[in-house]
């Protein structure tokens, strides 16, 4: 045994010899609490199950309450409801027993016993409007029971109540989206951002929420806001440029993967893809010599290349084409390669075809080969 729990043992045991000479019997229940306190679980559990509740000088609506606080920490959730019904009906204190009605309702949550959860805020209407966590508590148990309207209500009475409760706007927000009252939730989104404690994470699942239900359009409103608001944030940028590639508005979402790239370089080689597919070919080769992987650097290179060759004409030229072939073999698209080895007539570069497939094929059989 550990010497701490020598020392606790001795002074448990003083303490017991104590109360015996004083009373001839230990006060389990005060015992009960001490254990309770200083986080000692499992004997304050010890010490109520000695507890004899025929004995006229036991304090019952303590000891109930404690023996529902010891059975909440141990989960056993039901029995500690039980429990602190008990202490509730025995106490002749009302308002000291009243509390217990707040672990109820989180163990009748916990338990997914939402109308006991319910029941039990709605006998202390007094402490709810104390804290407004309990009303989103509340609003939560009445969506569960599929009682949308009333966890509309109660969440707009937190608004009320508590106006700078802002979590109460994120909460509903989810509701609304999940009713598909979009600009509702839209107007949410946005008090929120506009009043909240700065939480990228949330405004990030506020937008991919719109996104997912088919709303680009305000998806594209609340995300712009956050990239003003999150300035340096490559992810909220991000999400706002595939909110315009779902738009097929590919420059505009060039331009964000571009913006993306200063606040954090590993898009880089994305911006220079959107500035391909816009066709923007300049910005493409630009961003492409940021990048500071050189084998998706080529591999942009060969892209945009061959776009820039058959624009100018060039692709009509063999020594053109046999180096654009050796391009894709550098890159590893030996089909893309070999299609424009095949173009090949002239004998100089037919006789470099032919070597170039051998090397092709050596890579193809081992890896070592490639080069």
Same mark, same amino acid.
């Given at each position: 045994?550990?010497?701490?729990?020598?020392?606790?043992?001795?002074?448990?045991?003083?303490?017991?010899?104590?109360?015996?000479?004083?009373?001839?019997?230990?006060?389990?229940?005060?015992?009960?609490?001490?254990?309770?306190?200083?986080?000692?679980?499992?004997?304050?559990?010890?010490?109520?199950? /000695?507890?004899?509740?025929?004995? !006229?000088?036991?304090?019952?609506?303590?000891?109930?309450?404690?023996?529902?606080?010891?059975?909440?920490?141990?989960?056993?959730?039901?029995?500690?409801?039980?429990?602190?019904?008990?202490?509730?009906?025995?106490?002749?204190? !009302?308002?000291?027993?009243?509390?217990?009605? =707040?672990?109820?309702?989180?163990?009748?949550?916990?338990?997914?016993?939402? /109308?006991?959860?319910?029941?039990?805020?709605?006998?202390?209407? @007094?402490?709810?409007?104390?804290?407004?966590?309990?009303?989103?508590? $509340?609003?939560?148990?009445?969506?569960?029971?599929?009682?949308?309207?009333?966890?509309?209500?109660?969440?707009?009475?937190?608004?009320?109540?508590?106006?700078?409760?802002? #979590?109460?706007?994120?909460?509903?927000?989810?509701?609304?989206?999940?009713?598909?009252?979009?600009?509702?939730? +839209? &107007?949410?989104?946005?008090?929120?951002?506009?009043?909240?404690?700065?939480?990228?994470?949330?405004?990030?699942?506020?937008?991919?929420?719109?996104?997912?239900?088919?709303?680009?359009?305000?998806?594209?409103?609340?995300?712009? &806001?956050?990239?003003?608001?999150?300035?340096?944030?490559?992810?909220?940028?991000?999400?706002?440029?595939?909110?315009?590639?779902?738009?097929?508005?590919?420059?505009?979402?060039?331009?964000?993967?571009?913006?993306?790239?200063?606040?954090?370089?590993?898009?880089?080689?994305?911006?220079? @893809?959107?500035?391909?597919?816009?066709?923007?070919?300049?910005?493409? +080769?630009?961003?492409?010599?940021?990048?500071?992987?050189?084998?998706?650097?080529?591999?942009?290179?060969?892209?945009? !290349?061959?776009?820039?060759?058959?624009?100018?004409?060039?692709? #009509?030229?063999?020594?053109?084409?046999?180096?654009?072939?050796?391009?894709?073999?550098?890159?590893?698209?030996?089909?893309?390669?070999?299609? =424009?080895?095949?173009? +090949?007539? $002239?004998?100089? +570069?037919?006789?470099?075809?032919?070597?170039?497939?051998?090397?092709?094929? $050596?890579?193809?059989?081992?890896?070592?080969?490639?080069?």
């Amino acid at each position: 045994m550990k010497i701490a729990g020598l020392v606790m043992v001795a002074l448990l045991l003083l303490s017991l010899n104590v109360w015996a000479k004083k009373s001839d019997k230990v006060d389990f229940v005060a015992l009960g609490a001490l254990m309770l306190s200083d986080g000692h679980i499992e004997r304050a559990n010890d010490a109520l199950n /000695q507890v004899d509740v025929n004995d !006229t000088e036991v304090d019952l609506p303590r000891f109930y309450m404690l023996k529902g606080l010891v059975q909440t920490k141990k989960t056993f959730y039901a029995d500690a409801n039980k429990n602190f019904y008990k202490s509730i009906a025995l106490s002749t204190d !009302t308002n000291a027993s009243k509390p217990l009605y =707040l672990y109820v309702a989180q163990n009748s949550y916990k338990l997914k016993e939402y /109308q006991g959860a319910i029941e039990a805020l709605d006998s202390v209407p @007094e402490l709810m409007v104390k804290n407004p966590k309990l009303f989103g508590l $509340k609003a939560e148990c009445y969506w569960r029971l599929d009682d949308k309207e009333s966890a509309l209500v109660v969440l707009g009475n937190a608004n009320r109540i508590f106006p700078a409760y802002w #979590d109460a706007y994120k909460q509903r927000f989810y509701y609304l989206v999940s009713l598909h009252l979009y600009q509702a939730a +839209l &107007t949410d989104a946005q008090i929120y951002l506009e009043n909240a404690a700065s939480d990228e994470k949330i405004m990030l699942n506020f937008i991919n929420a719109l996104r997912q239900s088919g709303q680009t359009d305000k998806g594209i409103l609340l995300a712009e &806001t956050a990239n003003l608001r999150y300035i340096k944030s490559a992810k909220v940028t991000v999400l706002l440029a595939h909110l315009y590639i779902d738009k097929n508005m590919i420059h505009a979402a060039a331009e964000l993967f571009n913006e993306a790239s200063v606040e954090d370089g590993k898009f880089t080689k994305e911006a220079a @893809e959107m500035y391909r597919r816009a066709e923007d070919y300049v910005m493409a +080769l630009l961003k492409n010599t940021q990048m500071l992987d050189i084998k998706e650097k080529y591999k942009q290179r060969v892209i945009v !290349t061959r776009k820039a060759m058959q624009r100018s004409g060039l692709m #009509d030229d063999e020594n053109m084409r046999y180096a654009l072939a050796y391009a894709y073999y550098m890159e590893g698209e030996p089909d893309a390669s070999e299609a =424009l080895l095949q173009t +090949l007539t $002239k004998p100089d +570069l037919f006789k470099k075809a032919i070597e170039l497939r051998s090397k092709m094929e $050596k890579c193809k059989n081992n890896i070592w080969e490639c080069q």
